[in-house]
């Protein structure tokens, strides 16, 4: 499983970072993405980075969240600027396209004032 962490309550217009921490060579060998699912709604992809580090993101976050990873510490960064009410979320890190088996708990994210 992948553990994502760093979640919490945040006013709007504010800041978190998102951390996601795994084990072996899957954040060198695969494409990995930050995915959300709030309260009623499916589970989207927000965001994907390439082994090679190139960066996709969702037109709804971007230019405000900035997905990046560390190969050496098996960990994977989303930071999230200017937040918004409708960011609100539990969020998950896992490969694109997802591995059953990497789902962790998620880490919750709530941007209310």
């Known amino acids: 499983q992948l553990q994502a962490s760093g979640g919490g309550l945040v006013q709007p217009g504010g800041s978190l970072r998102l951390s996601c921490a795994g084990s072996?060579?899957?954040?060198?060998?695969?494409?990995m993405g930050w995915y959300r699912q709030a309260p009623g709604k499916q589970r989207e992809l927000v965001a994907g980075i390439t082994s090679g580090g190139t960066t996709n993101y969702g037109d709804s976050v971007k230019g405000r969240f900035t997905i990046s990873k560390d190969n050496v510490k098996n960990t994977a960064y989303l930071q999230m600027n200017n937040l918004k009410p409708e960011d609100t979320a539990v969020y998950y890190c896992?490969?694109?396209?997802?591995?059953?088996?990497?789902w962790g708990q998620g880490t919750l994210v709530t941007v209310s004032s």
């Open positions: 072996g060579s899957i954040f060198s060998s695969l494409i």
């Open positions: 896992n490969s694109v396209p997802a591995i059953s088996a990497y």
